[in-house]
Structure formats: structure tokens, C-alpha cells
């Protein structure tokens, strides 16, 4: 089976051209876990299935590295848009992408020869209710800011942000000071989440830039988290730490983030082809 792995910011994902090669259903868990180990597999964050669509250009079903679904990935979905884009699968340069976090738009703002270089996202909306990141406890429709939460026998703050998926943000003096390693999974797999969550580390810079570090749910330590990136300034606007724009360094590279007026979160970043091969499949 063929596949093309394209990383975004260190964030890297095994795409699948569905259109292509037809898989069952009950096998994309194990298969997930196969490709994505990076010692007996390919190696990735994930894979990333390009499937048509009946509602939009394309659609997109991503699976993390321990074989559970996610709802959405602002690094993988700039893969997508530059696979179909360089291999002539799509209409324009303008996509609407079906994804589990509803429709997602995408946008090739920069190429050369022909092939997509940075892509620059439409998030959408941020979701904020307790009810919408999930969340038990409280109030349903109440925003989650600065809640205590105790970790290894810590109590720690954080604010929670769903972008189609859910995350939790933890904002912090030093960030090279936390243990990610160790608490991480604590936070992910945190009773107050029944889906369990993104954890995003967060240190301020400047009103405008910001540095972090993510556990991904599901795959752990990875170099970058476009919807991490998206949460971190939408909960840094909130916790008037940031403005609405932000460069976000990650250990990967570097991502914009804006919050529009429209209330539309908008990531821009670059997006590479690492290389192509054939899983034995």
C-alpha cells in the first residue's frame, strides 16, 4: 500500500489516498498503531485518510498513533491540503475538507512550482462551554478558566479550549521546568475528561508570541499541535496574557495563530513532503 508521509512544523502524519485503496473499517486501529511506530513501522504522529466527500472538496479521517480516532489536526490538515493540491486532486487552492470537527477550510497561500509550501487554516470557532470541551463537573454552559486541577499531587491551573477537539492549558514561568514526560498522561487521561484530553504548556513571551509545548492525546510528546497552537492563543487572549495574533514557537518550528473578528481561529504554517514508500499491507 502506498502512502506519503508530510510534516507540519515536526508534527508528521502517513497519508492514505482512500481514493485509491480501500480499507475496512475495523482494521484502521491496528493499522494506525503498525504505521505509526517509528521502530517497527514507518514511524509518524498518525495517519491521515484522503476520502471523497459528499458535503465538501474532500474528506479527512485521522487516526493517532495509538489507533484511536481525533476529531481534527490543524498540522495534518495543511498535509492534506498540500497532497491533493500537488498531485492535481484538487479544484483550486481554495478546499472545503469534511472533517469529525465539522467543515474545515483551507487555503495554499504560498507555492513554488507548482507545489503548496504554507497553508493557512480556517479553525473555526473556539468552543468554550464545559459542556462543548468535554467536561464533567460544573456548570454545563460555563467557560473553564484558570480551574484547579491536581496532578501528581500538585495542584495546577488551567484554562480549556475545544477546537473541535478538547484541551486543556496550562500556562507557566519556565517552560523548560515541566515534566512533560511525566505529567502529561496524568492530564490526558484526568477523570474531569471523559475523552480524555490535549495538554498544551504554554510560556509568554510577549503579548504576541508565545512558546509551547504539547502531550497530544493519544500520541504523546510531539513537535507541534496546530489545534494545540489555536487553544493556547484563544486561552491566552482570555487570560489577558495575549492579544488575538501570536507567533507560536514549538519544538518543531513555528506557527501563526490569529483570532479573528469574526471569531474564526486562523493557523498558518509550513507544510513538507518527507517522502513516499509502500507499508506491507
Not at 475496512?24 to 505509526?36: D, G, Q, Y
Not at 469529525?100 to 504554507?118: C, M, N, W
Not at 480556517?122 to 468535554?134: Q, S, T, V
Not at 469574526?262 to 509550513?270: I, K, R, S
Amino acid at each position: 500500500m502506498r502512502f506519503v508521509k508530510l510534516q507540519g512544523a515536526g508534527n508528521d502524519y502517513l497519508f492514505i489516498n482512500g481514493f485509491e485503496v480501500k480499507i475496512p473499517e475495523e482494521e484502521l486501529p491496528e493499522l494506525a498503531r503498525r504505521m505509526s511506530d517509528r521502530h517497527f513501522g514507518a514511524g509518524a504522529d498518525g495517519i491521515i485518510l484522503i476520502l471523497p466527500s459528499k458535503k465538501a472538496d474532500f474528506r479527512m479521517r485521522m487516526f493517532d498513533a495509538d489507533g484511536t480516532e481525533g476529531e481534527m489536526c490543524g498540522n495534518g490538515i495543511r498535509g492534506f491540503a498540500k497532497y491533493v493540491f500537488d498531485r492535481k486532486m484538487a479544484p483550486s487552492k481554495n478546499l472545503a475538507i469534511e472533517t469529525g470537527a465539522g467543515l474545515i477550510k483551507t487555503e495554499i497561500i504560498q507555492e513554488d512550482h507548482g507545489r503548496a509550501v504554507a497553508v493557512r487554516v480556517d479553525m473555526g470557532r473556539p468552543r468554550l462551554a464545559r459542556k462543548e470541551i468535554p467536561m464533567s463537573g460544573g456548570r454545563p454552559a460555563e467557560r473553564v478558566l484558570d480551574e484547579a486541577i491536581e496532578v501528581a499531587g500538585q495542584e495546577m491551573h488551567f484554562t480549556a479550549v475545544s477546537m473541535g477537539n478538547p484541551h486543556a492549558v496550562f500556562f507557566v514561568d519556565d517552560i523548560k521546568a515541566v515534566d512533560l514526560p511525566r505529567v502529561g498522561p496524568l492530564i490526558e487521561n484526568h477523570e474531569l475528561f471523559p475523552r480524555r484530553t490535549n495538554v498544551e504548556f504554554v510560556q509568554v513571551v510577549a503579548p504576541d508570541e508565545i512558546i509551547m509545548r504539547v502531550w497530544e492525546r493519544g500520541s504523546g510528546i510531539t513537535l507541534a499541535c496546530g489545534t494545540g497552537a489555536s487553544a493556547s492563543v484563544v486561552a491566552g487572549n482570555l487570560k489577558e496574557r495575549t492579544g488575538r495574533k501570536a507567533l507560536v514557537h514549538v519544538d518543531g518550528g513555528e506557527l501563526l495563530v490569529e483570532w479573528g473578528t469574526d471569531d474564526h481561529v486562523y493557523l498558518t504554517g509550513p507544510s513538507v513532503e518527507v517522502y513516499t514508500g509502500e507499508f506491507p499491507y
